[in-house]
């Protein structure tokens, strides 16, 4: 029995590892918070998870519940402190940001129900209140995503420990921090793109069928619309795929791969646009549906509109190199400028990513079986935030300025290649404690948050 054990540990401790490092490191972080916000619309998200049992769904145009109300005006966001009425008084909506009118409603409810849900896991535990619970259910996601992105990286025979160091490098980014210790909707996008790269390299070795792939890219666009990138990257992998494989076939119309799975790129380019196609159907049915039930014709303003320039266009072309090191501005908190750690200390992060798919570029063989994957990490690094920028603009007629989380659905596709030559082992240990040392930055930065009082 316990032989049975070690046996199935050895063979899966990457994975194992990395959801107990990743679910504890970030757990004790985030119930270090309290039920201090984060600025990144978790306000929103909490006020939708407290009207779940009462509604299901929040509405366009009604305002926000109590229960979020006293949170903003008890223990505010970071970094800006509470906002609203005084704490305890009878709260006006009104006096509250955006005049208490809701932000949330344009998304579906699929990510709330399952955090909700989810929730129901740790919110019996002694001690641990209803906002904590949700929060350690968020952390599940980026499990989720490290496992599936260790089963990606191993079908592409990725070296284990390249995985477990990458994994490292996620789990102690401030991108995890803001993403899985509180509330938010990019949880999900992580793993949606590790499933769905996933997927679309089981699909092109015959193993999975069309029809899967199709399915599972409606609903992670149903889950969050920015989950379309990770649609179109799967789409450009096929793409890519189709043409190589071409070259490496003797016949003119198709490939048949080793599984016995005619396919070409015609039969790539059907898939493919399906799989945008109806992403795009099904998000725009529910913005029609969600303007149908809407409370109220009241909307936010919330300022942010933007011009997209040519100059814009530039600068998102770096933006998912800058994803797991995103920080915020803050004053007043010791020894930090930026939260949750400082700028010089993540600098690294973009080495290791641009450095890693450069390197696995630069260094193809012709005919090696992992170029048409690698190939697409690169054109995503560079694409993914100039098409959803221009996405934005052609669909909703406006622009604003993208914060670097946006390219979350997409960084398991950029992170990939990089796995191919991460090779020297004092390189790799280097890396990996690296990540270590990020996340343990990630729990003094909450414990400092947790002691002083913001927006002082």
């Known amino acids: ?102 932000t949330t409603d344009p998304y579906t409810p699929l990510y709330f129900w399952f955090t909700w849900l989810l929730g129901w896991i740790f919110d019996i535990i002694p001690g641990v209140g209803q906002v904590a619970a949700w929060r350690l259910a968020n952390i599940l996601w980026l499990c989720a995503g490290l496992i599936t992105f260790y089963r990606l990286g191993r079908l592409w025979k990725a070296p284990k420990i390249a995985i477990f160091a990458i994994g490292l490098i996620i789990i102690g980014s401030p991108f995890s921090y803001w993403a899985y210790t509180y509330v938010s909707t990019d949880a999900p996008s992580f793993f949606f793109g590790a499933l769905l790269l996933l997927l679309a390299s089981k699909y092109v070795r015959g193993t999975v069928p069309a029809w899967v792939l199709i399915l599972v890219s409606v609903i992670a666009t149903l889950f969050k619309v920015t989950n379309i990138l990770a649609v179109c990257s799967i789409a450009l992998f096929l793409l890519i795929y189709s043409i190589y494989w071409k070259r490496k076939s003797r016949s003119e119309d198709s490939l048949v791969t080793s599984q016995g799975i005619s396919f070409n790129f015609w039969k790539a380019l059907f898939v493919s646009g399906l799989a945008i196609g109806l992403s795009v159907i099904a998000e725009i049915s529910w913005l029609k549906f969600h303007d149908a039930i809407a409370a109220t014709s009241a909307s936010v303003d919330q300022g942010i509109n933007s011009a997209l320039t040519w100059y814009e266009l530039l600068r998102l072309t770096s933006l998912t190199t800058s994803t797991l090191g995103m920080t915020i501005p803050v004053n007043g908190l010791p020894g930090l400028t930026t939260l949750p750690l400082p700028d010089y200390l993540l600098t690294p992060l973009m080495w290791i990513i641009v450095g890693g798919v450069l390197a696995a570029f630069w260094s193809m063989k012709k005919g090696n079986s992992r170029n048409p994957i690698i190939v697409t990490g690169v054109i995503t690094m560079v694409v993914a935030g100039p098409v959803l920028a221009l996405a934005l603009q052609v669909m909703a007629g406006s622009y604003f300025v993208l914060p670097p989380r946006y390219m979350a659905p997409v960084m398991a596709a950029v992170l990939l290649p990089a796995l191919f030559t991460m090779k020297n082992k004092i390189a790799l240990w280097f890396i990996s404690s690296y990540g270590l040392a990020l996340l343990l930055g990630l729990i003094a930065a909450s414990w400092v948050i947790s002691t002083v009082e913001l927006g002082g």
């Open 1 to 102: 029995m316990l032989e049975s054990l070690r046996t199935k540990f050895l063979s899966n401790w990457v994975p194992v590892s990395l959801f107990l490092i990743g679910f504890l490191g970030l757990g004790t972080a985030s119930l270090l918070h309290g039920n201090i916000m984060s600025l990144f619309d978790e306000w929103g998200y909490l006020d939708y998870l407290f009207k779940i049992p009462s509604q299901g769904i929040v509405l366009k145009g009604e305002f926000y519940g109590n229960q979020a109300m006293e949170l903003m005006a008890c223990k505010g966001e970071v970094p800006f402190g509470i906002m609203g009425g005084a704490c305890g008084s009878n709260y006006d909506p009104t006096t509250f940001p955006n005049g208490g009118i809701v």
